[in-house]
C-alpha cells in the first residue's frame, strides 16, 4: 500500500518550473530517497508535501484519501534543511511548544519528549537555553521534536550535515527503527553514499523533472556497465583476447568489460583455460554517485531562470 | 483557532518574563515618579528658609507696617542708622540683605536693595511687587479713594464656557478636555509604533533565523502571523493596564511618603487658595468629561489601529532578510500615515469640527490617532459609527492581504521584494 502517491504535481514561480509534472508513489514502512542537484526542486516539492504549498496543478493522495494539509499534517514529521529554533528558549519548553502546534496534549507531549530525550541521552539538556547547544546538538533536537509526535510519514531534508559520525550514526540507527515500527521516511540529500546505505527506494530529480525511479538494486542494473573484478595471478599475456575490453590492470586486479552478449561463464572459463588460478570475481555495479553525476553532470551546475507565462 | 492559542500564549510569555518588560513597564514610570517627588520635596523644603530683609524706610513708605502675605520674607525695620552706616552692618545682624528707601523722591536711587551675594530673582521680584503695591495704595489715599474699593473694582474676570446640550447647559473645561484628548492621541500613536515595529522585528527574526519553516509546517502561515500580532498586543494592553494601576497607586501613594504636601501648600494662604481651585477644577474637570466613552474608544481605536497597523508591519517584516537598511527603507511609506495621523491630530485638539480633522478621524489609517484627539468633544454619532465600521473593514482586509504576503515572504531567501511584487503576492487568488 502506498502512504503518498502524487500525480502530475505543478509549482510553477514567476521565473523558474521548480517541480514540473513529477508522479511518484512511496510505499509504506520504506524508507525513501529523494535525490537531486541543489535547486532541482526537492525543498518545493517537500513543501507541497507538507501542506505549505498548494500545487499550481496535480494531486497528492495521503493514505489513499486526497490530502488534506489542515487534518493530516499531525501524522507528518518535517525536518526542513534550513532549520532553526528560537534561541532564547529553553529545550524542554521548546519541544513541548512544538509537540503543541502539532496538535498534542501538553501531557502526552511530556511523555513522549522525556522517552525520546532518554533514548538519545539528551535528559541533562531541558533546562538549557537553545543558543548553549552547538550546531550538532541543536540538530538532535530537531529530529526529536520532528518524530516525537508519532508521525507515520517523516521527511527529513539533509538530516545528517552538521551532525558527527558517532551522533550521525545514532540517528540512523533511529530512522530504521522509526521505518521497523510502520513509519514512512522521506529522505532528502543530495550526498549518494548515504542514500545508498539507508533507502529501499529512490527517485532522482532534476530541473523539476523526475528522471529516474525505482530501488537502488533496480537502478544499479539498469545503470551497469558489464564490469567485472577479477583477481588471480593474472599477468598481461593472458589479456589477449577480444572477449573484452580492459578497463584496468594493477598488481593481479583486472577490471574488464565484457563486449556484447558475452557470458560471464565464458570470461571464467577463458582465464581457467589458460591456467589462472582466481581468487575473486565480482560483477562491478555503478554506485548511485557515478549514475547520478552520469545523468545530471552534463546539465547546467546552476539553473538558469526563465520567464513562464 | 487552538493553535493561535497557543502561538499567542507563547509570544506573550516571552515577552511578559523577559527583565526588559519588567524594567520598562514597572520600573520606568517609577522612575519618573521618584524623581518628580524629590523635585517637589527639595523645592518645598526650600521655601522653608525665610529671607531676612532690612528695611530704612526714610520716607516712611510702609508706615512701620509690611503686607508680606504670600512671600517668603521678613521684614525688620531699623532706625536711626543711615544707608552707608547700616551697610557695615546689616550682615553681622542677620540679615540676607537691606533695603534702603530714601526720603529723597527725586533721586535715582530712592530703592536700593543691599546684599552680600546676588539676591534670587523671586526675593527682588517680591519686595518690587511690594514696594508697587504700598505706592499704589499711598497714591489711591493721596487721590481720595479707598484701596478696598479699588480692589473690588479692578477684579479678574474669569470666562466662564456653557456648553449647550439637550440635557441642559453644562461647564465646558477646555484645558482638561484637550489635554486628555491629546494625551489619548499620542499614547495611541506611540503604541502603534513601537509594538508594529516589535511585530515587524520579531517576523523578520523567525525568517533569518528559519524557524518560520519550521513553524508552518505545523500551523499554516496565518495561523503564525495572528498569533504573534494577538500575543504582542496582549503584551501593549498589559502594559496599559500595569501603568493605570501604577498611577492610581501612586496618586494615593504621595500623601502617604509627603505628608508634608499639603500641610507646606496650606501654610502659604495665597499659593493655597490658587492650588487648590486648580486641583478641584481639575477633578471637577475629569469627572465632567465622558470617561467611559473615552475608555471603550480608546480600547477599540488602540486594537484596530494596532491590528491594522501589525499586520501591515508583519508582511514588511515578512519580505526584509538580515538587511537592516532594507527594512527602513520599507517601513517608512507604513510609517508615513501613523505620522499624518499625529499631525492632524495636534491640528484636532484645537479644532475638532474642522473638516481636516473629521476626514482624518474618519480615514482608517488615521482615524485610530486622530479620532481620539476629538474624543472629549462631541462627535456626531454618524462620525464615530462611519469611523469605527472603516477601520473594522480596513483591519479585515488588510489582514487578509498582509496574510498572503507573508506567507510568501515568509518562506522567500535571499531575493529582496518589491512593493509591486508585494501587492501582486496580495492579490494572488488561493
Known amino acids: 500500500m502506498n502512504i503518498l502517491e502524487l500525480h502530475s504535481l505543478k509549482k510553477y514561480f ?48 495521503f ?60 535528559e541533562s539538556w531541558w533546562n538549557k537555553k537553545v543558543e548553549d547547544l552547538s550546531k550538532g546538538m541543536s540538530q538532535k533536537l530537531q529530529f526529536v521534536t520532528t518524530v516525537l509526535h508519532n508521525p507515520q510519514l517523516i521527511i527529513l531534508d539533509e538530516p545528517f550535515s552538521g551532525l558527527d559520525p558517532v551522533n550521525a550514526n545514532l540517528i540512523k540507527e533511529e530512522i530504521f527503527s522509526l521505518a521497523k515500527n510502520g513509519a514512512t521516511i522521506i529522505f532528502s540529500t543530495h550526498r549518494m553514499e548515504q542514500v545508498e546505505e539507508i533507502c529501499n527506494q529512490i527517485v532522482l530529480i532534476n530541473q523539476g523533472k523526475k528522471i529516474l525511479d525505482g530501488t537502488v538494486r533496480e537502478i544499479k542494473q539498469n545503470f551497469k ?8 595471478n593474472i599477468i598481461p599475456e593472458h589479456l589477449m583476447t577480444h572477449i573484452f575490453e580492459v578497463v584496468s590492470f594493477d598488481k593481479g586486479k583486472l577490471l574488464v568489460k565484457l563486449s556484447g552478449d558475452t557470458a560471464n561463464n565464458e570470461l571464467l572459463n577463458f582465464f581457467i583455460k589458460q591456467g589462472v588460478n582466481i581468487q575473486s570475481f565480482n560483477e562491478v555495479l555503478p554506485s548511485l554517485n557515478e549514475i547520478f553525476i552520469r545523468l545530471v553532470g552534463d546539465t547546467a551546475p546552476t539553473r538558469k531562470f526563465e520567464t513562464i507565462n | 483557532m487552538n493553535k493561535i492559542g497557543i502561538i499567542l500564549s507563547r509570544e506573550y510569555l516571552t515577552r511578559v518574563k523577559k527583565k526588559s518588560f519588567l524594567l520598562t513597564t514597572i520600573g520606568v514610570p517609577l522612575i519618573i515618579m521618584i524623581f518628580y517627588a524629590v523635585i517637589i520635596y527639595i523645592s518645598l523644603s526650600g521655601n522653608n528658609e525665610k529671607q531676612k530683609v532690612a528695611i530704612i524706610d526714610e520716607a516712611n513708605l510702609f508706615k512701620g507696617k509690611i503686607d508680606i502675605k504670600g512671600t517668603d520674607l521678613e521684614f525688620s525695620f531699623i532706625k536711626n542708622e543711615t544707608e552707608q552706616s547700616y551697610v557695615k552692618k546689616y550682615v553681622q545682624a542677620g540679615f540676607q540683605s537691606f533695603l534702603y528707601i530714601s526720603k529723597d523722591t527725586a533721586s535715582q536711587k530712592k530703592y536700593q536693595l543691599h546684599s552680600a551675594s546676588s539676591t534670587s530673582l523671586p526675593v527682588i521680584e517680591s519686595i518690587e511687587s511690594i514696594i508697587n503695591n504700598a505706592i499704589r495704595e499711598k497714591q489711591l489715599r493721596a487721590n481720595g479713594v479707598d484701596p478696598s474699593v479699588f480692589d473690588q473694582l479692578t477684579k479678574d474676570v474669569n470666562l466662564e464656557n456653557t456648553i449647550d446640550t439637550e440635557k441642559g447647559g453644562k461647564k465646558s473645561y477646555a484645558g482638561i478636555a484637550y489635554a486628555v484628548s491629546f494625551g489619548c492621541g499620542f499614547l495611541i500613536y506611540m503604541m502603534m509604533v513601537i509594538y508594529g515595529t516589535q511585530v515587524m522585528r520579531s517576523v523578520t527574526e523567525e525568517k533569518t533565523n528559519r524557524i518560520a519553516e519550521v513553524i508552518v509546517s505545523s500551523v499554516k502561515p496565518f495561523q503564525l502571523m495572528m498569533g504573534k500580532i494577538l500575543g504582542i498586543g496582549a503584551v501593549g494592553l ?86 537592516q537598511q532594507e527594512a527602513q527603507q520599507l517601513v517608512f511609506p507604513v510609517l508615513m500615515p501613523i505620522i499624518l495621523g499625529f499631525v492632524i491630530m495636534t491640528k484636532a485638539v484645537n479644532d475638532p469640527n474642522s473638516s ?41 482586509f488588510f489582514t487578509w492581504i498582509t496574510g498572503k504576503i507573508y506567507r510568501t515572504g515568509i518562506l522567500m531567501y535571499g531575493k529582496k521584494a518589491s512593493w509591486k511584487e508585494m501587492v501582486r503576492w496580495g492579490f494572488k487568488k488561493g
Open chain 1, 14 to 61: 514567476s521565473d523558474q518550473k521548480a517541480v514540473d509534472d513529477i508522479s511518484l508513489n512511496i510505499e509504506k514502512g520504506s524508507i525513501f530517497g529523494l535525490l537531486g542537484p541543489n535547486g532541482a526542486g526537492k525543498t518545493t516539492l517537500i513543501r507541497m508535501i507538507t501542506g505549505i504549498f498548494y500545487p499550481d496543478n496535480g494531486e497528492i493522495l
Open chain 1, 63 to 122: 493514505n489513499g484519501k486526497k490530502f488534506h494539509p489542515l487534518d493530516d499534517i499531525i501524522n507528518i514529521g518535517y525536518m526542513p534543511e534550513e532549520r532553526g529554533l528560537y534561541k532564547k528558549m529553553k529545550i524542554g519548553d521548546h519541544a513541548i511548544y512544538l509537540a503543541r502546534l502539532k496538535g498534542m496534549s501538553r501531557a502526552d507531549a511530556m511523555t513522549s519528549i522525556k522517552k525520546w530525550f532518554i533514548k538519545l541521552e539528551m
Open chain 1, 225 to 232: 556497465e558489464n564490469i567485472f573484478c577479477i583477481e588471480g
Open chain 2, 238 to 323: 498589559t502594559q496599559f493596564i500595569i501603568w493605570i494601576i501604577l498611577l492610581v497607586v501612586m496618586q494615593s501613594a504621595i500623601p502617604i511618603f509627603f505628608p508634608d504636601l499639603i500641610h507646606q501648600i496650606n501654610k502659604v494662604p495665597q499659593a493655597n487658595a490658587e492650588n487648590i481651585s486648580i486641583i478641584t477644577e481639575t477633578i471637577q474637570g475629569i469627572s465632567s468629561l465622558p470617561l467611559l466613552k473615552i475608555l471603550l474608544s480608546f480600547l477599540f481605536y488602540f486594537l484596530g489601529g494596532y491590528l491594522t497597523y501589525a499586520s501591515i508591519f508583519a508582511a514588511v517584516g515578512s519580505v526584509v532578510s538580515e538587511d
Open chain 2, 356 to 396: 481636516l480633522a473629521v476626514f482624518g478621524s474618519i480615514f482608517p489609517l488615521t482615524s485610530p490617532i486622530v479620532m481620539m484627539g476629538r474624543i472629549t468633544y462631541d462627535i456626531p454619532i454618524w462620525q464615530l459609527a462611519l469611523s469605527i465600521l472603516l477601520l473594522i473593514g480596513s483591519f479585515l
